[in-house]
T-cell receptor, first 109, second 115 residues
Framework: GEDVEQSLFLSVREGDSSVINCTYTDSSSTYLYWYKQEPGAGLQLLTYIFSNMDMKQDQRLTVLLNKKDKHLSLRIADTQTGDSAIYFCAEKNDYKLSFGAGTTVTVRA | DTAVSQTPKYLVTQMGNDKSIKCEQNLGHDTMYWYKQDSKKFLKIMFS???????INETVPNRFSPKSPDKAHLNLHINSLELGDSAVYFC??????????????FGPGTRLTVL
Protein backbone atom coordinates (compact mmCIF):
# COMPACT_ATOMS: atom_id res chain seq x y z
CA GLY A 1 0.00 0.00 0.00
CA GLU A 2 1.10 3.54 -0.64
CA ASP A 3 0.75 4.41 3.04
CA VAL A 4 2.94 1.59 4.31
CA GLU A 5 6.31 0.90 2.74
CA GLN A 6 8.67 -2.04 3.08
CA SER A 7 11.76 -3.25 1.31
CA LEU A 8 10.80 -6.08 -1.04
CA PHE A 9 13.51 -8.68 -0.48
CA LEU A 10 15.81 -9.93 2.27
CA SER A 11 18.25 -12.81 2.08
CA VAL A 12 19.70 -14.14 5.32
CA ARG A 13 21.88 -17.04 6.33
CA GLU A 14 20.40 -19.70 8.58
CA GLY A 15 21.21 -18.92 12.21
CA ASP A 16 21.69 -15.20 11.61
CA SER A 17 19.24 -12.49 12.65
CA SER A 18 16.80 -11.00 10.14
CA VAL A 19 15.62 -7.42 10.36
CA ILE A 20 12.63 -6.32 8.31
CA ASN A 21 11.85 -2.62 8.16
CA CYS A 22 8.63 -0.74 7.56
CA THR A 23 7.55 2.89 7.44
CA TYR A 24 3.99 4.10 7.79
CA THR A 25 2.28 7.44 7.40
CA ASP A 26 -0.70 7.62 9.71
CA SER A 27 0.43 9.01 13.05
CA SER A 28 -2.96 8.19 14.55
CA SER A 29 -2.46 4.45 14.05
CA THR A 30 -2.94 2.84 17.43
CA TYR A 31 -1.76 -0.64 16.59
CA LEU A 32 0.80 -1.90 14.11
CA TYR A 33 1.01 -5.49 13.02
CA TRP A 34 3.32 -8.03 11.47
CA TYR A 35 1.80 -10.84 9.42
CA LYS A 36 3.57 -13.82 7.84
CA GLN A 37 2.49 -15.47 4.59
CA GLU A 38 4.02 -18.81 3.68
CA PRO A 39 3.86 -19.99 0.05
CA GLY A 40 0.32 -20.82 -0.99
CA ALA A 41 -1.12 -19.98 2.41
CA GLY A 42 -3.08 -17.20 4.04
CA LEU A 43 -1.78 -14.53 6.36
CA GLN A 44 -0.84 -15.48 9.88
CA LEU A 45 -0.66 -12.84 12.59
CA LEU A 46 2.83 -12.91 14.10
CA THR A 47 2.74 -10.06 16.55
CA TYR A 48 1.48 -6.54 17.08
CA ILE A 49 2.56 -3.51 19.04
CA PHE A 50 0.59 -0.72 20.62
CA SER A 51 1.69 2.74 19.58
CA ASN A 52 2.63 3.84 23.10
CA MET A 53 5.25 1.08 23.28
CA ASP A 54 8.67 1.23 21.71
CA MET A 55 9.57 -2.44 21.96
CA LYS A 56 7.89 -5.80 22.25
CA GLN A 57 9.61 -9.17 22.50
CA ASP A 58 7.98 -12.52 21.87
CA GLN A 59 10.37 -15.48 21.84
CA ARG A 60 12.53 -15.06 18.72
CA LEU A 61 10.64 -11.99 17.57
CA THR A 62 11.44 -8.42 18.59
CA VAL A 63 9.37 -5.49 17.37
CA LEU A 64 10.81 -1.99 17.57
CA LEU A 65 8.68 1.10 17.05
CA ASN A 66 9.98 4.61 16.48
CA LYS A 67 6.80 6.63 16.55
CA LYS A 68 8.56 9.93 15.83
CA ASP A 69 9.98 8.58 12.56
CA LYS A 70 6.96 6.30 11.93
CA HIS A 71 9.33 3.38 11.58
CA LEU A 72 8.61 -0.19 12.59
CA SER A 73 10.96 -3.15 12.46
CA LEU A 74 10.74 -6.88 13.06
CA ARG A 75 13.82 -8.76 14.16
CA ILE A 76 13.88 -12.55 13.94
CA ALA A 77 16.65 -14.10 15.99
CA ASP A 78 18.34 -17.35 14.91
CA THR A 79 16.54 -17.39 11.57
CA GLN A 80 15.47 -20.86 10.43
CA THR A 81 14.49 -22.25 7.02
CA GLY A 82 10.88 -22.28 8.21
CA ASP A 83 11.04 -18.51 8.51
CA SER A 84 11.23 -18.21 4.70
CA ALA A 85 8.03 -16.35 3.82
CA ILE A 86 6.61 -12.96 2.96
CA TYR A 87 6.27 -10.61 5.93
CA PHE A 88 3.68 -7.86 5.86
CA CYS A 89 3.64 -4.78 8.00
CA ALA A 90 0.17 -3.29 8.57
CA GLU A 91 -1.32 -0.28 10.28
CA LYS A 92 -4.87 0.04 11.48
CA ASN A 93 -6.91 3.01 10.25
CA ASP A 94 -10.53 3.19 11.37
CA TYR A 95 -11.88 -0.27 10.74
CA LYS A 96 -9.39 -1.46 8.16
CA LEU A 97 -5.83 -2.64 7.89
CA SER A 98 -3.47 -1.05 5.38
CA PHE A 99 -0.70 -3.39 4.36
CA GLY A 100 2.74 -2.84 2.99
CA ALA A 101 3.80 -4.65 -0.18
CA GLY A 102 5.48 -7.39 1.84
CA THR A 103 9.14 -8.36 2.31
CA THR A 104 10.14 -11.71 0.89
CA VAL A 105 12.61 -13.33 3.27
CA THR A 106 14.79 -16.11 1.89
CA VAL A 107 16.82 -18.16 4.33
CA ARG A 108 19.89 -19.81 2.84
CA ALA A 109 21.85 -22.64 4.37
CA ASP B 1 -10.92 -26.97 13.15
CA THR B 2 -10.43 -24.37 10.46
CA ALA B 3 -11.19 -20.91 11.83
CA VAL B 4 -11.71 -19.08 8.53
CA SER B 5 -12.37 -21.25 5.50
CA GLN B 6 -12.85 -20.38 1.85
CA THR B 7 -14.08 -22.32 -1.14
CA PRO B 8 -12.90 -22.99 -3.71
CA LYS B 9 -9.14 -22.85 -3.19
CA TYR B 10 -8.54 -22.53 -6.92
CA LEU B 11 -10.87 -21.15 -9.56
CA VAL B 12 -10.07 -21.03 -13.26
CA THR B 13 -12.66 -19.50 -15.57
CA GLN B 14 -13.18 -17.72 -18.86
CA MET B 15 -13.51 -13.99 -19.30
CA GLY B 16 -17.13 -12.82 -19.10
CA ASN B 17 -18.28 -15.56 -16.75
CA ASP B 18 -19.91 -15.02 -13.35
CA LYS B 19 -18.43 -16.77 -10.32
CA SER B 20 -18.76 -16.85 -6.53
CA ILE B 21 -16.29 -17.42 -3.71
CA LYS B 22 -17.56 -18.48 -0.31
CA CYS B 23 -16.19 -17.74 3.12
CA GLU B 24 -17.16 -19.04 6.53
CA GLN B 25 -15.76 -18.37 9.98
CA ASN B 26 -16.43 -20.38 13.13
CA LEU B 27 -14.81 -17.93 15.54
CA GLY B 28 -18.01 -16.19 16.54
CA HIS B 29 -16.72 -12.91 15.09
CA ASP B 30 -19.04 -10.08 14.14
CA THR B 31 -17.00 -8.67 11.26
CA MET B 32 -15.77 -10.19 8.01
CA TYR B 33 -13.61 -8.82 5.21
CA TRP B 34 -12.57 -9.46 1.63
CA TYR B 35 -9.05 -8.59 0.47
CA LYS B 36 -7.49 -8.83 -2.98
CA GLN B 37 -3.82 -9.74 -3.40
CA ASP B 38 -2.43 -9.03 -6.83
CA SER B 39 0.49 -10.67 -8.63
CA LYS B 40 2.95 -8.37 -6.88
CA LYS B 41 1.62 -9.54 -3.48
CA PHE B 42 0.06 -6.15 -2.81
CA LEU B 43 -2.86 -6.70 -0.43
CA LYS B 44 -5.82 -4.32 -0.41
CA ILE B 45 -9.16 -4.39 1.34
CA MET B 46 -12.30 -4.56 -0.79
CA PHE B 47 -15.25 -4.90 1.58
CA SER B 48 -16.14 -5.38 5.20
CA UNK B 49 -19.39 -6.48 6.84
CA UNK B 50 -20.33 -6.15 10.48
CA UNK B 51 -23.29 -8.26 11.56
CA UNK B 52 -24.44 -8.61 7.96
CA UNK B 53 -24.19 -4.88 7.25
CA UNK B 54 -21.70 -3.30 4.88
CA UNK B 55 -19.25 -1.02 6.71
CA ILE B 56 -16.35 -0.72 4.28
CA ASN B 57 -16.70 -0.49 0.52
CA GLU B 58 -13.50 0.55 -1.15
CA THR B 59 -13.25 1.62 -4.77
CA VAL B 60 -14.21 -1.69 -6.29
CA PRO B 61 -16.08 -2.18 -9.59
CA ASN B 62 -19.77 -2.86 -9.07
CA ARG B 63 -19.24 -6.19 -10.84
CA PHE B 64 -18.14 -7.32 -7.36
CA SER B 65 -21.03 -7.88 -4.97
CA PRO B 66 -20.53 -9.19 -1.46
CA LYS B 67 -23.36 -10.98 0.28
CA SER B 68 -23.61 -11.86 3.96
CA PRO B 69 -26.48 -14.25 4.71
CA ASP B 70 -25.46 -14.34 8.37
CA LYS B 71 -22.54 -13.05 10.38
CA ALA B 72 -20.58 -16.29 9.96
CA HIS B 73 -20.62 -16.10 6.15
CA LEU B 74 -19.46 -13.56 3.62
CA ASN B 75 -19.60 -14.55 -0.03
CA LEU B 76 -18.17 -12.67 -2.98
CA HIS B 77 -19.93 -12.76 -6.32
CA ILE B 78 -18.17 -11.45 -9.40
CA ASN B 79 -20.01 -10.72 -12.65
CA SER B 80 -18.51 -10.47 -16.12
CA LEU B 81 -15.03 -11.53 -15.06
CA GLU B 82 -12.11 -9.68 -16.61
CA LEU B 83 -8.45 -10.63 -16.99
CA GLY B 84 -7.50 -8.05 -14.35
CA ASP B 85 -9.60 -9.85 -11.78
CA SER B 86 -7.00 -12.62 -11.65
CA ALA B 87 -5.63 -12.51 -8.12
CA VAL B 88 -5.74 -14.26 -4.78
CA TYR B 89 -8.78 -13.28 -2.74
CA PHE B 90 -8.54 -13.53 1.03
CA CYS B 91 -11.38 -13.58 3.47
CA UNK B 92 -10.77 -12.47 7.07
CA UNK B 93 -12.75 -12.00 10.24
CA UNK B 94 -12.40 -10.16 13.51
CA UNK B 95 -14.39 -9.72 16.67
CA UNK B 96 -14.92 -5.97 16.77
CA UNK B 97 -12.95 -3.55 14.55
CA UNK B 98 -13.90 -0.68 16.83
CA UNK B 99 -11.62 -2.09 19.50
CA UNK B 100 -7.95 -1.13 19.36
CA UNK B 101 -6.98 -4.69 20.26
CA UNK B 102 -9.05 -6.17 17.42
CA UNK B 103 -7.14 -8.79 15.42
CA UNK B 104 -8.03 -10.06 11.96
CA UNK B 105 -7.75 -13.75 11.14
CA PHE B 106 -7.29 -14.73 7.52
CA GLY B 107 -8.51 -17.62 5.44
CA PRO B 108 -6.19 -19.63 3.15
CA GLY B 109 -7.12 -17.66 0.04
CA THR B 110 -8.80 -18.40 -3.30
CA ARG B 111 -6.60 -18.16 -6.36
CA LEU B 112 -8.74 -16.88 -9.24
CA THR B 113 -7.39 -17.16 -12.76
CA VAL B 114 -9.34 -15.56 -15.59
CA LEU B 115 -8.41 -16.79 -19.07
Amino acid sequence: GEDVEQSLFLSVREGDSSVINCTYTDSSSTYLYWYKQEPGAGLQLLTYIFSNMDMKQDQRLTVLLNKKDKHLSLRIADTQTGDSAIYFCAEKNDYKLSFGAGTTVTVRA
Amino acid sequence: DTAVSQTPKYLVTQMGNDKSIKCEQNLGHDTMYWYKQDSKKFLKIMFSYNNKELIINETVPNRFSPKSPDKAHLNLHINSLELGDSAVYFCASSLNPGLNTDTQYFGPGTRLTVL
